[in-house]
């Protein structure tokens, strides 16, 4: 029985892990009506890819994860014609990947969604590859020595020919497995309204620089994004997809992306009032973090759903540990404002090298909401970038702020507030007054 169980849960309320895509997701999804109908109506509508902007655990995840069920869901309960089905699990892009490479991990994993839609398709007429056929394809030498580790024999409930003769035959060859997976898809999904297979690329900001991510993206312009029958969404944080979105060579291909803003403040109370639904298995549930409680947090946390969660899940951990869980709700919110504080003086601790200019930055910087770009200097009082950026290297070694370089996109905001950056703001803010305070 884990902590969880104990105080009558059946699983973690408070997980910082992003929503999946299912029933439970589409409950646990609060305040983004309109960013998921924005996004749902892209992928339907339009024949550019849809791309979302916003920082760092605002919840985009967990946005493209709910859109791509709704849509699946809507499809196969007969509410639309549209075939548009989500690929789990994002791709993500490093550095290292080139476009050969990466095109090839896509259509790998598209061969194994013809396989996992395949009742569902063909019970809606439309033109797919036999999954035995496809089962072969991914048990060829070419693919399973490659390790997309899938066991498709097990994934059929049929025995596919591995390592029988038939796949070692000429037919198995790289080209061919390209060409013959753009073939299903072109047959499948003749039209933009007969639908595609939706996949997402997440976390942009880890290509660290928008140069990178605009020679990337370029790179795969043609062979991935433009392949019949896929349709994209794009995430990114610190403004690498409006950075990418802007590239003239991506123009027609990717849309303006959509921002997503923290959640306001408003549905804060109903979000963690559903989750703790969701999650408890009767009335007797003990709920550590309330959601007053859980509305501080979020204060505290610079608005950012991640640190919420994580430290409402350390708050928790903390509560049973000193057997404090079963207090009242008021002694509960006293206890989480302490342990709160306590952690502030211990990470403020931390903090003697910063000196007072670089804490005049850190807190204007919280103070606009935590996010900035180094072409902002003016803001913070500086004649240059260069005479801000010792400042900057300060309150990062002190694991205050991130930042990423940038020489390609002055307008992206780079640098951001850490969760410990912004439990040390809240000490240093006077513990008080975060509040109602609107970034
Ligand atoms: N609309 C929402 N309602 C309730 N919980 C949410 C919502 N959106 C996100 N969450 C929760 O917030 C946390 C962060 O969400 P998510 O991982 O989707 O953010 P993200 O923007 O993708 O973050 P990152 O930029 O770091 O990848 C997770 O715990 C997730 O379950
Ligand atoms: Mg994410």
């Known amino acids: 029985m884990n902590l969880w169980n104990k105080l009558g849960f059946s699983d973690n309320p408070y997980s910082p892990r992003p929503i999946q895509g299912d029933e439970q997701g589409v409950k646990l999804l609060v305040g983004r009506d309109k960013e998921l109908r924005r996004l749902t109506t892209y992928l339907k509508s339009s024949d550019t890819h849809p791309t979302l902007e916003g920082p760092n655990g605002v919840g985009k995840t967990s946005l493209v994860a709910v859109a791509g069920f709704l849509l699946k869901k809507e499809f ?18 490093t550095v290292d990947d080139s476009a050969a490479v990466f095109k090839r991990r896509v259509l790998f994993r598209v061969a194994q969604a013809f396989i996992d839609n395949h009742d569902l398709l063909k019970s809606k007429g439309y033109n797919i590859p036999d999954s035995s056929n496809v089962a072969r394809w991914l048990n060829s030498p070419i693919l399973s020595t490659q390790g997309g580790g899938l066991n498709v024999a ?7 020919n591995s390592g029988s003769a038939a796949n070692t035959s000429v037919g198995f060859s790289e080209d061919g497995f390209t060409t013959t997976v753009l073939t299903w898809l072109r047959e499948c999904f003749p039209t933009s309204s007969s ?10 900001e880890l290509l660290e620089t928008s140069k990178n ?10 062979e991935v994004l433009g392949v019949k029958g896929l349709r994209w969404v794009l995430c990114g944080a610190r403004g690498i997809t409006r950075s990418v979105a802007s590239s003239p060579r991506l123009q027609g291909v990717l849309a303006e992306p959509i921002l997503i803003n923290p959640i306001a403040d408003q549905y804060i109370e109903n979000l963690i009032t559903e989750r703790l639904e969701v999650f408890k298995l009767d009335d007797e549930a003990i709920a550590p973090v309330d959601s007053r409680g859980f509305g501080h947090l979020y204060a505290v946390g610079g608005r950012n759903l991640r640190n919420a969660m994580k430290y409402s899940e350390d708050f928790s951990f903390w509560a049973v540990e000193h057997g404090a869980e079963r207090s009242k709700s008021d002694d509960l919110y006293g206890l989480i404002e302490a342990w709160m504080a306590e952690l502030a003086d211990q990470y403020s601790a931390d903090t003697s090298s910063v000196g007072g200019r670089a804490w005049g930055v850190f807190e204007k910087l919280a103070s606009t909401g935590g996010n900035t770009s180094p072409s902002q200097y003016e803001e913070f009082g500086f004649e240059s970038n260069q005479a801000m950026r010792p400042h900057l290297r300060s ?7 991130e930042s990423a370089i940038d020489d390609t996109d002055n ?7 850490t969760s410990r950056g912004w439990i040390v703001n809240y000490m240093r803010s006077g513990f008080s007054s975060i509040e109602g305070k609107k970034n």
Do not use: H, M, W, Y
């Not at 639309?80 to 690929?87: D, E, G, H, N």
């Open 76 to 93: 196969s309960e007969g509410a639309s014609q549209q075939a548009l089905i989500p690929i789990s699990e994002p791709f993500q892009l």
């Open 154 to 160: 097990g994934v059929l409930g049929v025995t596919a």
């Open 195 to 204: 639908g595609g297979f939706i996949c997402t690329i997440d976390n942009l």
């Open 213 to 222: 991510a605009r020679a990337l993206l370029e790179g795969i312009r043609d």
């Open 395 to 401: 309150l990062e070694e002190a694991n205050l702020i």
């Open 411 to 417: 307008r992206r905001k780079t640098i951001g507030i």
